[in-house]
């Protein structure tokens, strides 16, 4: 049944981490379309990085950049040899907020 289909997926979707999320991106355009859903990128960058979008002034369209860009900075931290530390400076075209 198509109709219990459409909303088994963005509920089996919820579960995903990342890379999953990206994975099943590629399946077909459809999955596509409700795996860049900003739900998802924001419960995983709360979980990942304890940031939401909406720290952010203007905040990040699609909230899929913001997990990117801080895996980006996490990784260049990484390589520099600080730790964790994240820059959230790494988010261009917004300010942090703080909230």
Request: proline residues 7%.
């Amino acid at each position: 049944d198509q109709k219990m289909l459409d909303d088994l997926v963005p509920l089996m979707f919820s579960f995903l981490v990342a890379e999953s999320l990206c994975t099943v991106a590629a399946v077909c355009h459809e999955w596509n379309l409700v795996s860049e859903r900003d739900a998802y990128w924001e419960r995983l960058c709360l979980i990942r990085f304890h940031l939401l979008p909406s720290c952010f002034q203007p905040p990040p369209e699609p909230v899929k950049h913001l997990y990117a860009w801080q895996i980006k900075a996490l990784k260049c931290c990484l390589r520099r040899g600080t730790g964790r530390q994240l820059a959230l400076d790494a988010v261009p075209r917004t300010s942090f907020s703080g909230q």
